[in-house]
């Protein structure tokens, strides 16, 4: 049974970069497409971006111009990285596999909280 | 606000039937296939109707899903306590080139 578990710092201070990891067990990151989600009070759910295992990259829009995503296959890992953090993204961040169509997530992790405060 | 858009709350009482909606655009709902998520208290959404009205493995088929023209809809029949959650539907929209989600329907069981 494919599992994800984010991890990373729950506190970020404003002006500075968010950086979360998730590891996969239970199944290889190929060849599938691995996505990030984010759910804050006053946004709903939000998906901030996917790397597929070959390392190509699709960005939202409105974050793309702060958003970094990357992978380590040997460590069966995929990275998360936002700049110029402010309070408006202060939520729960979380890790996905994709499915094979876009919208589809079958395999979530637990969620990761992020907030964004000095 | 979302892209797609759900009533914020529903509600029934045990064994009713409950419908939620989820309205969009030719650009997301009307030329692509809907998924519905589950997200109970603390959790992550769960997948619960995908490609519109397909079940995964282990979802009651109490839960069943259908979509017409620019919307569409999620119905839960034989409503149970353990159904009281949250709701999201999902799609892609090709003007944005990105996933899109509903705001959310919070279903209470009364």
């Known amino acids: 049974q494919v599992q994800l578990q984010e991890s990373g710092p729950g506190l970020v201070r404003p002006s500075e970069t968010l950086s979360l990891t998730c590891t996969v067990s239970?199944?290889?990151?190929?060849?599938?497409?691995w996505s990030w989600i984010r759910q804050s009070a006053g946004k709903g759910l939000e998906w901030i971006g996917r790397?597929?295992?070959?390392?190509?990259?699709n960005y939202n829009p409105s974050l793309m111009s702060r958003v970094t995503l990357s992978l380590d296959t040997s460590k069966n890992q995929f990275s998360l990285k936002l700049t110029s953090v402010t309070a408006a993204d202060t939520a729960v961040y979380y890790c996905?596999?994709?499915?094979?169509?876009?919208?589809?997530?079958?395999?979530w992790g637990q969620g990761a909280l992020v907030i964004v405060s000095s | 606000q979302s892209v797609l858009t759900q009533p914020p709350s529903a509600s029934g009482t045990p064994g009713q039937r409950v419908t939620i909606s989820c309205s969009g655009s030719?650009?997301?709902?009307?030329?692509?296939?809907v998924f519905w998520y589950q997200q109970l208290p603390g959790t992550a959404p769960k997948l619960l109707i995908y490609?519109?009205?397909q079940r995964p493995s282990g979802v009651p088929d109490r839960f069943s899903g259908s979509k017409s023209g620019t919307s569409a809809s999620l119905a839960i029949s034989g409503l149970r306590s353990e159904d009281e959650a949250d709701y999201y539907c999902?799609?892609?929209?090709?003007?944005?080139?990105?996933?899109?989600f509903g705001g959310g329907t919070k279903l209470t069981v009364l």
């Open positions: 996905a596999r994709d499915g094979a169509d876009s919208g589809n997530y079958v395999y």
């Open positions: 490609r519109n009205n």
């Open positions: 999902a799609t892609w929209d090709d003007s944005l080139s990105r996933p899109v």
């Open positions: 030719s650009s997301n709902i009307g030329g692509n296939y």
């Open positions: 790397i597929y295992s070959s390392g190509s990259t």
């Open positions: 239970g199944g290889s990151i190929s060849p599938y497409y």
